[in-house]
Each structure stands twice: as structure tokens, then as C-alpha cells.
């Protein structure tokens, strides 16, 4: 081997096509002597020429494995005759005698390679033959393969043999007795060992700089190591006893006493994936044990992984008859033997392993199965408390990930969680935002109620510690990071650009998880509205506990819910005939309150939340609530809306609210008239004139009120058809005042396209309260306003967009001529 | 065996049932292959003699003679020394004339051939039947030779063995000279020698100091020369990238005696045992079939004339091709078969 290095690879290739062409012509030899002449002596002698090239030490494993199959089919060739020759001869003593002959025959070949896979080619023809001594046979051949000590050629020696009798062995195997199955098996094993050994040497071989050459000889070479054990898992009459008492102890003995890491790595994968599936179950004892002793460069938490995934598949496969898992606690074993041998174990291979574990735990149903994964959870712990670097707490991320493989999502919620509890604390709060954000969507995925107190507890318990939690412990936390330079100080400058970056994608995150928390409160419900009653004032008092970005993020979710539960205390007291007006006043109270918190910070959203309940309350008919909530709207309007265009836009939101307040103008309309003073005002306040100009016409809404007269149902006029809509609130002159004021603001606007536009829009509202037959909207103020439009067209010119509405306002009037003969009136030049 | 260009008289020798007779094949000493008849010590040795003469002439002659003679020839310093050490007569016919064809039966009965036929690099022990015709001028002489096998079993052999299984250091023979001075001081020898005269398997422990340590068994020190030898050798030690390990069997053939005495060596079997380098624990097994080889028993000491004797020698080749070797000798002898 150590000649090797000097050789070129092209001197290589042509030494390899030189090997090639004289085997292909000894093979050719052969099968002319064989064939015609049935000269076998001759025939021998070709067979030893072309093996002896098998004797080189210059090719590098595939180009002598090039070889070795070409060589392998000679050796067929020559195997075939031998049979035929054998089976020709009927008397099968004289065959016997025939096979010994020329197997001590071939014995006087002077080069032990040509030797040997003569011996083999023989031996292995012998051991079909029932009169053979067989065993003397198998084991003389195994013995003398000892003579070929170089790696290479010896494992290519010992595949050989394994390769021809594998026939034999499958077969006796499986049809002998129970000392023939053993012998075979020791045979195989046997076999193992020594190429095993081999296979390590070749590491050895020739110049240490050579390291990485041998890893990738030896990975090439790995499979004719592993072949023994294939043909071992082949074997039919192997069962679970035999397995766990012959073959796997000394197939791993081997393994843990070559000490080499890439046999150990190659090796116990190949157990994993060959053995049948419990196999692996009953001797995961053993093997597990193995596992604590191999190399310290061996991936365990590879092969764990291989492991439990073909465990997890063979439950997956079959779930009926993999009911016991009590094989699990081998592993919690496993893991307890190799965290007090090697404290330093690497927690995050430590980790991945009880992530597998927990993921093999998870599969199986038995009511046990939660004690297992608790334990692993305190497994977790002490590691944990054995590191030295707190840091290190994030690797277990992993292992709280665990529980989006709970089967049953639910379960989450009934388990004793204090050691993931106690885990999840160790976390950084964006591990634990993280986990939180696992569990919601877990719950949101699998249409999880939460329906009473204890569940509720459960989930806030973590919400609590992550996406609730007061301080700024984030931002915090970021400083000790990141902040420090070089030399261990603050570094202001890139401070201070950092913090703005993450500033925003914090920001961005918050509001995220608080979404999530949103999203989560729709999914707490309990029909009995008591209990949901209480289960929102739990929530309200989480909240009112937690940081103030998510108050703000989350509250108003929390007030829909108060306001959906009020509308369920609504339709059962419709039922019962029985308001607890107590009750909701309390709730209505609650609701004003959690508004006051967010309306600095999201005025808006206060006033439509306002709003909303002024409705609510309205349709329940509690006046004074109503009348509160649209005080508290005009509070905010008037403090802290302070954009002119968002002043507008709320108006335009407040005046049609107030529209709609239908049982308050019927209940209490001197409060309502105060109310709608105060609006219209606002609207003459606002900044811009056209603004002014549009939220006046609205306001004129406000004394002229119908109400549908579908909703007036509960009254005794039994409507039939009677679409006429009953007039709740109707005060003509102020309708008109209204009108003709924004008609003057709209006037005094110098623009004159926007007072166009403005002028058609009041003639619209004009039209509306024309046809619904507001007297002080006559005839002749219509006239008025179409001339003072055309008026303006033809001193400023058609503008397009102002000209079309114009155009189709009239259109419409012309329309309703038909209908209504007062049109007819109407001036359309 | 004429002197004349054309011998008046013909003459052939034939043995009793010489069809049925082994027959070995030997090489002459002109390359080809010579098929003699296989006899054993103390077995009568008898045939016919026929003499023609040519052209139905009358030949006269002065008597007609058979003798039976064993010669050990040596080849010393370009000198041939024959010795005859075997000499048996019979006369056949009284002088007269001979017309045609006449058969001459002869025997020469349950002779003693105390020696194997022989045939080395320097000296040869043949048998042979020698035919004179006594002529007036010069005599007529036909030979031929038969060959003789010397049968011996175990135990006389054991009874005559004063077996000295020598003890030999482990020998070094370095095809490397600049390395020569290097491990030539160290070889360290643990031989042990073996009981003598049983028969017992042969145990050695040999070494480098430092550098080599093996221990090989053979599992006897005598062996039929159609047995087999069996051992093993064990490493205990090794730091010689070792490329690969054979055995040889050497015959080594002495002839002469005392200050005149010479040796001559030939490897007979080249085997390769072993294929690459072991690593320390590793066993290592020895099988040997002798029977296809050209051996020869082991004589010490064939008629003070010479002897022939094998060695079994380990040698060890590393990859600088440096060779070592641990030499012991066997025993062979010339089993009958059953």
C-alpha cells in the first residue's frame, strides 16, 4: 500500500487496463479449456493467472473492485462447470471424493490470494453436498483467509467467501436444525470480525498525511463490511432469542472494541435499518448500552434519530400491535446513563435526542405516556441547571417544541405541566413569544374552545411570562447582547441605530403576538353566559397585568366579546321577558373603562368602539348608557382628534350613528336634540370649508328621522306590504336652515369647481327631501339651485366630472316624472 | 552402452511383470524424462535377458554375465568418484556361440538395497543391472537402471533419531546493505529446543528486539513426504511493515566427508503464507501439502558419501524487501502406502 502514493493516476488507470485486458484473456483461456477440451487442470491454471492480478497493491478500492468482479464471473463460470461436472457424475461419493481431491489440490497455488479464492470456489461447491463435512469445510476456509492481513485485499478476499456460500447459508439456514443455524451464524460473525478489523487497519495503512485518501477508501470499501450482517438479517430462522443472546452481543462487542468512530457510525446504522422492526424493540437494552460506550467522535444523536424514526414508523405501520410502550423507559435510561457519563454531553445533541424521544412518546395513546414526557421535561431542567452558560437555554427550544406533536392538542391542557412550565421559564422572551405563538395556533388549528376557568389559566399562564409580560425585558436583554463593543463597552453610535431598526421590527413582533392573543380570545367560549362572563373578566384581568402595548392590541378584541355577551344576555332576556339591566350596566361600565385605556393611544378605534356600544345599548334601550357613550365619543373627538381629516371622516361616522339611534329619539329626544346640537356644530367648526359645507347637508339628517317600518314590526299595525317608513323625528325649517347653510358655505368657496361639485350634492339632498315631501324643499328653491348650477357652469366652464353629475342629478328628475307629477315642475333646461 | 557403430549383438533386459510395476519418472541427466522401475530394499529383483544376434550371424563369445550393482557417484571439484557400494553376479552362459535369439532368466533374490536411489546436484546413487557378452576384441555391455525406494515407518525412524532440531537465531539476510549493521547484533534468540527424539511439535520464539516478536508452532518436526504440515505463528510483536511471509522447504546436499566435504542448498517449495502485515495478537495459519513436490527423505548419511537433509524455513519480507528468516529442519521420510 505504501508504494500507492507514488503512482499517478493515469500510471494507475493503465495499470488497471492492463490488469483488465490479461483477466478477460485468462478468463477466455479458461472457459476454451473447460468448454472443449474439458482439460481442468489447465483450466486451474488460467483461473490462477487471472487471480493473481488480484495480488497488486497499486489500485485504489473501485478500480480493484473493477477487478474483483470480472474476476467474479470467471470464478461463476468456473463454479458452474464444477456443478455440472459434479451432477454428471451420479455417484455422489465419487463427486465427494472428486471435490476433496481438487480442494486440497489447488491448495499447492504458491501465491495465497489465487490460493484462497480457489479454496473458496471449491469449499463453497463442497457445502451443497450433503456428504460434505460441512462445518470442517466452512471453518477451514475461514481460518486460512487469516493469511491475507492487507486491508484491502483481504476484505475483498472475505467478501468473496461471504458472496459464495451466501446461497448455502440462506438455505441451511433456514431448513436445518438449530446447531446448524448456530454454526452458520458463528460463521457469519466470525467472517464480520475479521473484515471489521481489516476495515479499521486500512486507517493505518501507509503515511499518516494520507488520513483523508483512507476515510474515502474506507467509506467506499464500508458495504462488503456490512454485506455479513445483511446475510445475517437474511436469515429466516433467526429469532428474537437467538438475536439478543448470539448475535447482536458479539456483533456489538466488535463494534464498541474496534474503538473506530466511522465503524461505529457505519455499523449501528446498519443494525438499525437491517434488523426487523422487534428486533429493534427487544434489544434496544443492549444496544442502547453499546451506544454509552462507542467512540467519542460517533454521532449517538444520529443514530438515536435513525432509531426512534424507524420505531415511529413501525408504530405508524402498525398501530394494533405495538401497544406496549414500556421499550420508552430503555430510552429515558439511556439518556439519564450518558448525561452522568459525559456531563459535557453536547446539549444541543442532548436536546435533539429527547426531542426524539418525546416524538416517539407522543405517537403511542397510553395513559402513561405523559408521566414519560414530563420526565423527559425534567430531564431537560437538569441539564440545564448542570450548564454553566445560561445562554445555553435557547437549545432547549427544541424540546418545548415538542408539543405541536400532541396527538390530541387538547391534552396540552389537562397535563401536569410543571416541569414544561418550569422549562419554558428558563427560556429568552423570544422563545417563549415563540411557544406562546405555538400554542394559540395549535388551538386555532384544531378548534379548541377554551370553556372554563382551568384551561383558560393554563394558556395565560404562558401568555403571562411571554407576550403579556410587563417589563421590557426584551429590549433589555438586547443591550447585553449586542450593544457591547470590542472591548466590552457601550458603542453609543451604532446604539442608537440599531435600537431604531429593531425598535420597529420589535414593534412589528409585539403587535404580531398580540394579534395572536386576539385571535385566541375568539376561541375562549362558554355558552353559559356566567361562566363567560367570568371567563372574559379573567382575561380583562390578564390583561390589565400585562405590558400596555398588548392592552392596547388586545382590549378591543376583549370589548367585542363583552359586547357579544351582551347581546346574548339581550336574546335570552328577550326570551325571559326579564332584563337584568343591573348586570349590563356593570358590563356597559367595564366596556367605557377599558375604552378610557386605549383612546390616547388609538383615539379612533375609541370613538367607533363608542360608537358600537351606543348602538348596543340603544337597541337595548338604556338611554343613559347610550347618551354616555356619545359624550365619551364627543371627549375624544373634541381632545384628541386633532387631524382635520380624520375630524371629518368621525363626524360623518358620529352623525350617522346618531341617525340610527331610533329607541333614544322615541325614549328620550330632548337628550338626543342636545346631542345632535353638538354634532352639527362640530360640523361648522371643521377646518375646511368644503368639509363644513358636506358635514352640515348630513347634519340635516338629524331632524328628519325615519325608521323602517320592518323593525317597528313588534308594534300592532300589521304591516303587510306597508313599506312606509314611520317618521320618528321631523323638524322641516331646520332641515331647510341646514341646507341653505351649507349652500352658503359651499358659495363662499372660491374654487369654484368644488362648489359646483358642492352645489350639485346639495341638490341631491334637496331631491331626497323634495320627494319625501319636505314643504320648506319647494319647488322654486329647486329651480333656484339648478339655475345658480348652470349659472356657474357657463361662468367657469364644464368641467367633466362636475358637468356628468350635474347631468345625470337631472337625468334622475326627468326620471321621476312619471311617477311623481310635481317633477314636471322641475326646471331641466 | 555400444563401442561400436554397429554391436554384432543385440541385447534387452526385461523385468518380471514389469507392467504391473510402479513406475517412476525421473529426469536424466540429458533434460528428458526417464521411466524407471520401482523396487523395493529386499526384493528380488528377476527377469529375462534376450540376446540377438544381428542377421542370424554366429557370434562367438567368451561367457555371458548379469550383475545387479549400486554406485554412489559424486561430482567434487570437477572430479566424478564412483563407489560402488552394492555388487551382485550371475553368470549366464559358459563361452560358446550364438546363433538367433536366446532368453537368459536371471534373479537376483531378496537383495539388500540399503539405500534410495538419488539423484542431486553433485551427486547421484544409482541401481542398475549391467549385461556383459565377453568378446574376443572387446566385450559387449547393456545396462539399465531401476530405481529403489527405501521404506521406513515412524517408528524405526524414532528408534534411530537422535533428532537434533538445531537451534538457529533467526537468521537475517539483508538484500539491503546500508541497513546491514542495524539489527544484526540483536537478533534474540528464545529457541526452545524440542525434546528430542520424539516425535512432537516444534515450538519457536523468535524475535527482533524491539522490532519483531513471533512465536510459530509446527505441529511436528517428521513428515511422510506425501504429509502435510500444519502450524501457525503467532505475532506478538509487530514493528516491521511486513509485505508478506512465506515458507520454503530448502533441501540441502552434503557430500564428502570431513575437510573435503561441500554443501549445496536448492529452494524446492516457495509458498506464500501470509498477504500483507498482521498487527500484534494475530494468528496466522500454516498448511502445506508436501506430496506434489519434488522431495527426498532425509539420509545423514548415505554410505559416508553424502547426505541430504530439508529445512523449513519462515521468511518474513518487508517492504523494503529485507528478508527474515528462521530456519529449522525436518524429517522426511518415505512412507509405505496401505
Known amino acids: 500500500m505504501s508504494k500507492q502514493s507514488s503512482i499517478t493516476p493515469q500510471e494507475q488507470q493503465k495499470l488497471l487496463d492492463n490488469s483488465i485486458s490479461i483477466i478477460k484473456s485468462e478468463i477466455y483461456q479458461m472457459r476454451k479449456c473447460l468448454d472443449n477440451k474439458h482439460k481442468l487442470m489447465d483450466a486451474l491454471k488460467h483461473a490462477s493467472n487471472f487471480l493473481n492480478e488480484l495480488r497488486t497493491s497499486s489500485l485504489n478500492p473501485k478500480q480493484y473492485y473493477e477487478l474483483y468482479i470480472l474476476i467474479y464471473d470467471g470464478l461463476n463460470y468456473l463454479t458452474l462447470y464444477l456443478k455440472d461436472n459434479g451432477n454428471n457424475n451420479n455417484n455422489n461419493k465419487s463427486n465427494t471424493n472428486y471435490l476433496i481431491d481438487l480442494y486440497e489440490l489447488i491448495q499447492y497455488a504458491g501465491n495465497i490470494i489465487p490460493r484462497l479464492y480457489l479454496m473458496i470456489t471449491i469449499g463453497s461447491i463442497y457445502l451443497n453436498n450433503k456428504d460434505a463435512p460441512i462445518n470442517e469445510v466452512m471453518n477451514d476456509m475461514l481460518e486460512m483467509c487469516k493469511g491475507v492481513q492487507n486491508p484491502i485485499r483481504g476484505l475483498f478476499l472475505r467478501y468473496y467467501l461471504i458472496q459464495r456460500t451466501k446461497n448455502y447459508l440462506i438455505n441451511s439456514a433456514s431448513s436445518n436444525d438449530d446447531k446448524t443455524t448456530d454454526n452458520i451464524i458463528n460463521f457469519i460473525i466470525n467472517n464480520f470480525i475479521e473484515m471489521n478489523k481489516l476495515w479499521v487497519r486500512l486507517q493505518f495503512q501507509g503515511h499518516s498525511s494520507e488520513r483523508e485518501k483512507r476515510i474515502i477508501e474506507r467509506n467506499e470499501l464500508k458495504i462488503l463490511v456490512g454485506s455479513n450482517l445483511v446475510i445475517l438479517s437474511q436469515l429466516d430462522s433467526i429469532n428474537l432469542k437467538k438475536y439478543n443472546e448470539l448475535i447482536l452481543p458479539e456483533i456489538l462487542k466488535q463494534i464498541i472494541n474496534c474503538n473506530d468512530s466511522i465503524a461505529q457510525n457505519y455499523l449501528l446504522d446498519v443494525i438499525i435499518q437491517i434488523f426487523p422492526d422487534n428486533f429493534q424493540i427487544s434489544s434496544l437494552k443492549i444496544f442502547l448500552n453499546s451506544l454509552l460506550m462507542v467512540n467519542m467522535n460517533v454521532n449517538i444523536t444520529l443514530l438515536i434519530n435513525s432509531l426512534i424514526d424507524r420505531l415511529i414508523h413501525y408504530k405508524l405501520r402498525n398501530n394494533d400491535i405495538l401497544n406496549d410502550n414500556s421499550f420508552l423507559n430503555e430510552f429515558i435510561k439511556f439518556i439519564k446513563k450518558l448525561n452522568e457519563m459525559n456531563v459535557e454531553f453536547s446539549i444541543n445533541d442532548y436536546c435533539l435526542i429527547l426531542n426524539e424521544i418525546l416524538k416517539l412518546s407522543l405517537i403511542f395513546n397510553n395513559d402513561d405516556n405523559y408521566e414519560i414526557i414530563n420526565l423527559i421535561y425534567q430531564l431537560s431542567i437538569e441539564k440545564y441547571e448542570l450548564s454553566k452558560d445560561k445562554k445555553d437555554s435557547d437549545k432547549f427550544k427544541i424540546i418545548l417544541k415538542s408539543i405541536k406533536n400532541f396527538k390530541n392538542f387538547q391534552d396540552f391542557l389537562k397535563i401536569n405541566d410543571e416541569n414544561y412550565f418550569k422549562l419554558f421559564n428558563l427560556q429568552s422572551m423570544k422563545v417563549k413569544n415563540e411557544i406562546s405563538n405555538i400554542i394559540i395556533n395549535k388551538i386555532i388549528e384544531n378548534n379548541i374552545i377554551i370553556e372554563n376557568e382551568d384551561e383558560l389559566d393554563r394558556v395565560f399562564k404562558y401568555f403571562n411570562k411571554s407576550i403579556l409580560f410587563k417589563d421590557g425585558v426584551l429590549s433589555n436583554e438586547h443591550i447585553s447582547d449586542t450593544k457591547l463593543d470590542l472591548f466590552g463597552e457601550i458603542n453609543n453610535k451604532t446604539t442608537k441605530l440599531s435600537l431604531d431598526d429593531n425598535d420597529k421590527s420589535q414593534k412589528d413582533m409585539k403587535f404580531k403576538n398580540n394579534l395572536k392573543i386576539s385571535k385566541f380570545i375568539n376561541f375562549v367560549y362558554n355558552k353559559d353566559i356566567n361562566i363567560q362572563r367570568k371567563l372574559l373578566e379573567k382575561i380583562e384581568n390578564y390583561l390589565s397585568n400585562g405590558n400596555e402595548e398588548c392592552q392596547i392590541d388586545i382590549i378591543p378584541t376583549l370589548i367585542y366579546k363583552y359586547m357579544k355577551l351582551l347581546t346574548d344576555m339581550k336574546s335570552i332576556s328577550n326570551e325571559e321577558e326579564n332584563i337584568d339591566v343591573k348586570e349590563m350596566n356593570k358590563i356597559f361600565n367595564k366596556i367605557s373603562k377599558l375604552i378610557e385605556i386605549i383612546k390616547e393611544a388609538e383615539p379612533i378605534e375609541a370613538i367607533r368602539l363608542n360608537l358600537d356600544n351606543a348602538i348596543l345599548s340603544n337597541s337595548i334601550n338604556l338611554n343613559n348608557i347610550t347618551y354616555e357613550y356619545f359624550i365619551e365619543t364627543f371627549i375624544i373627538y373634541e381632545e384628541l382628534i386633532i387631524e382635520n381629516k380624520i375630524q371629518y371622516e368621525s363626524l360623518i361616522i358620529i352623525i350617522n350613528t346618531l341617525m340610527s339611534m331610533d329607541n333614544m329619539i322615541i325614549n328620550d329626544i330632548e337628550e338626543f336634540d342636545k346631542l345632535i346640537l353638538k354634532a352639527t356644530l362640530y360640523g361648522s367648526r371643521l377646518m375646511k370649508k368644503s368639509d363644513q359645507c358636506r358635514a352640515i347637508y348630513k347634519s340635516s339628517h338629524l331632524w328628519w328621522i325615519n325608521k323602517d317600518s320592518e323593525e317597528g314590526e313588534g308594534d300592532d299595525d300589521e304591516g303587510e306590504e306597508d313599506t312606509t317608513p314611520i317618521t320618528l323625528k321631523r323638524d322641516d325649517k331646520r332641515v331647510l336652515e341646514c341646507l341653505q347653510k351649507s349652500l352658503r358655505i359651499a358659495d363662499s368657496i372660491s374654487d369654484r369647481n368644488i362648489a359646483i361639485e358642492l352645489f350639485i350634492e346639495i341638490l341631491n339632498e334637496s331631491v331626497y327631501y323634495f320627494i319625501h315631501g319636505i314643504e320648506s324643499v319647494s319647488i322654486r328653491y329647486l329651480n333656484g339651485l339648478i339655475e345658480l348650477i348652470s349659472n356657474s357652469f357657463k361662468e367657469n366652464g364644464r368641467s367633466e366630472i362636475q358637468y356628468g353629475y350635474y347631468e345625470r342629478t337631472l337625468k334622475y328628475i326627468k326620471a321621476q316624472r312619471p311617477i311623481d307629477s310635481r317633477f314636471f315642475d322641475i326646471v331641466t333646461v | ?338
Open chain 2, 1 to 338: 552402452m555400444s563401442f561400436f557403430f554397429k554391436s554384432p549383438l543385440d541385447i534387452e533386459i526385461n523385468f518380471d511383470g514389469e507392467d504391473s510395476r510402479e513406475i517412476i519418472e525421473v529426469n536424466s541427466t540429458k533434460g528428458r524424462k526417464e521411466r524407471l522401475p520401482v523396487y523395493k530394499d529386499g526384493e528380488t529383483v528377476k527377469g529375462t535377458l534376450i540376446v540377438r544376434t544381428r542377421d542370424n550371424k554366429k557370434v562367438e563369445h567368451n561367457g555371458v554375465r548379469v550383475q545387479l550393482l549400486g554406485t554412489i557417484e559424486t561430482h567434487h571439484e570437477g572430479n566424478i568418484n564412483n563407489d560402488d557400494f552394492l555388487s551382485f553376479a550371475q553368470e549366464l552362459a559358459a563361452p560358446g556361440t550364438l546363433q538367433k535369439s536366446i532368453n537368459y532368466p536371471f534373479e537376483f533374490r531378496n537383495v539388500e538395497k540399503m539405500y534410495e536411489s538419488y539423484r542431486g546436484m553433485n551427486v547421484r546413487l544409482r541401481y542398475y543391472l549391467k549385461v556383459t557378452v565377453s568378446m574376443k576384441s572387446s566385450d559387449i555391455i547393456k545396462e539399465r537402471e531401476i530405481w529403489v525406494y527405501q521404506y521406513s515407518n515412524l517408528n524405526n525412524l524414532l528408534a534411530e533419531s537422535d533428532s537434533k532440531t538445531t537451534q538457529i537465531p533467526v537468521d537475517k539476510n539483508q538484500s539491503n546493505d546500508k541497513d546491514n549493521n542495524n539489527n544484526n547484533n540483536n537478533n534474540n534468540n528464545k529457541s526452545q529446543s524440542p525434546p528430542s527424539s520424539a516425535i512432537s511439535t516444534v515450538k519457536m520464539d523468535v524475535g527482533i528486539e524491539n522490532c519483531l516478536h513471533i512465536e510459530f508452532e509446527y505441529s511436528k518436526n517428521k513428515y511422510p513426504l506425501k504429509g502435510v504440515i500444519v502450524g501457525r505463528i503467532y505475532f506478538l510483536l509487530v514493528r516491521l511493515k511486513i509485505k508478506h511471509m512465506e515458507l520454503s522447504l530448502i533441501r540441502r546436499e552434503t557430500v564428502g566427508s570431513g575437510t573435503n566435504q561441500s554443501s549445496e542448498s536448492k529452494t524446492v517449495v516457495r509458498f506464500e503464507i501470509m498477504d500483507g502485515a498482521p498487527v500484534k495478537g494475530e494468528t496466522i495459519p500454516i498448511r502445506l501439502f508436501l506430496g506434489g513436490f519434488d522431495l527426498v527423505p532425509t539420509y545423514r548419511d548415505v554410505n559416508k558419501k553424502f547426505s541430504t537433509r530439508t529445512f523449513l524455513s519462515l521468511v518474513l519480507i518487508d517492504e523494503d524487501a529485507r528478508r527474515y528468516f528462521k530456519q529449522s529442519e525436518i524429517i522426511l521420510y518415505r512412507e509405505e502406502e496401505k
